[in-house]
């Protein structure tokens, strides 16, 4: 800080906060004060900022980290939140988070009874239609040994 600020900072007396029924923060004398700090903290980091001026591409890359950690932590945040939902509905329907891995292998189980299930339809279906093509076949031949042997 400037010997000149430091100066005038000593010379001015500080007087107490005179008392008010609205809790004013500082009194003419105190803002005057920090305004003169403030005014010598900005000089000072203007100067500071004239020196040693960044780069463009410095500049970019310390925005492209900020941007970037901005939106991890806001996709942390998202997944804290639908994790939250997530858990409070299914405590609405009586499950409770202990209870996730066998709700799991619950589910595991009744898709490869399903799977299962769909299996033996299509074989099913394969059998009948083996049966009827296999009667016709068999109708036919009939028909044509009638036929013939007439």
Not at 68 to 74: D, G, K, T
Not at 92 to 99: R, V, Y
Request: charged share 30%; with cysteine.
């Amino acid at each position: 800080m400037s010997e000149e600020i430091e100066g005038e900072l000593a010379s001015e007396p500080v007087r107490p906060p005179a008392r008010r029924k609205t809790s004013r923060a500082r009194t003419l004398t105190e803002t005057g004060c920090l305004l003169l700090l403030c005014q010598a903290w900005f000089r000072e980091r203007c100067n500071d900022h004239q020196a040693a001026k960044m780069p463009d591409d410095e500049i970019r890359a310390i925005l492209a980290e900020t941007r970037a950690e901005r939106h991890r932590l806001q996709q942390e945040s998202i997944d804290a939140f639908v994790l939250k939902a997530v858990a409070s509905a299914l405590a609405s329907f009586g499950i409770e988070n202990d209870e996730r891995k066998e709700l799991r292998t619950d589910l595991q189980h009744l898709r490869r009874w399903r799977k299962s299930v769909e299996q033996a339809q299509s074989y099913t279906f394969k059998a009948v239609i083996t049966v009827i093509v296999t009667g016709l076949m068999g109708a036919v031949w009939l028909g044509v040994r009638v036929v013939l042997g007439k």
